[in-house]
């Protein structure tokens, strides 16, 4: 069974500050796709980046970056230069390419972030 | 264009009755997702519809239904509630093309339910 774990549970920092939230997944399959949401306080989840398990190029989109390894099976996101918009609960997730699996998400518990003024 | 649209915002229900959430699609999607959110956890996954077709059922009792209409809006029904029914149910909908596990799901701002 596919399980996803966050252990942050909060995080605080101030503005400006880098922060990385980390992600340990576990899966089976050779083939699955990684992805971080954001849920703000309005409650809908917003796609932020998306990985597959073929790909462990590490990319920097913008303030996001994200560290990939597969070797220890994590998918750690950072935000650089934080913003008090950035305050939100974030969602790793993991999605098995199955033919039967469809698009179903496995999230992890989440993450709260507060950015701090 | 409009974003995935949930209703009713919130609802609250006594142990026994039964609930129905609707969930309107972004246009041009014709999948259409179902999770549970308990407070302070992640979603969890319960139902995926495409072409009115249940695609995938996650781990929930059959007191969970659900069916996608022809103009590929949604609803959720849970029968015979339960407390530990309360949660945030959000609706997700995407495309649909392609390999679905890769597809970046869009959410709406969710149904919060109460059961008391």
């Known amino acids: 069974a596919q399980k996803v774990t966050q252990a942050q549970t909060e995080i605080s920092v101030v503005e400006k500050e880098d922060v990385t939230l980390d992600c340990v997944y576990e899966?089976?399959?050779?083939?699955?796709?990684l992805f971080w949401y954001k849920q703000p306080p309005s409650g809908e989840l917003v796609f932020l980046i998306r990985r597959n398990s073929f790909d462990e190029q590490n990319e920097i989109s913008g303030r996001y970056s994200w560290n990939f390894q597969k070797s220890t099976s994590s998918f750690n996101f950072t935000i650089t230069a934080s913003q008090v918009v950035d305050s939100a609960v974030y969602f790793c997730a993991l999605s098995e390419a199955r033919e039967t699996s469809g698009s179903r998400l496995t999230f992890g518990e989440g993450t709260q972030l507060t950015v701090n003024p | 264009d409009a974003g995935v649209t949930q209703s009713p915002t919130h609802l609250i229900k006594t142990r026994g009755q039964h609930v129905t959430l609707r969930c309107s699609p972004i246009?041009?999607?014709?999948?259409v997702s179902w999770y549970q959110q308990v407070l302070g956890q992640g979603p969890q996954f319960i139902f995926q519809y495409y072409e009115k077709e249940e695609r995938g059922r996650g781990n929930f009792p059959d007191r969970f239904s659900a069916r996608q209409f022809p103009n590929y809006s949604s609803e959720l029904n849970v029968n015979a509630l339960l407390l530990g029914d309360s949660a945030l149910y959000l609706c997700?909908?995407?495309?649909?093309?392609?390999?679905?596990?890769?597809?970046?799901?869009?959410f709406g701002s969710g149904t919060q339910l109460s059961v008391l």
């Open positions: 997700a909908s995407s495309l649909g093309r392609g390999t679905a596990a890769r597809e970046k799901l869009f």
């Open positions: 246009s041009g999607h014709k999948s």
């Open positions: 899966t089976r399959d050779t083939t699955y796709y």
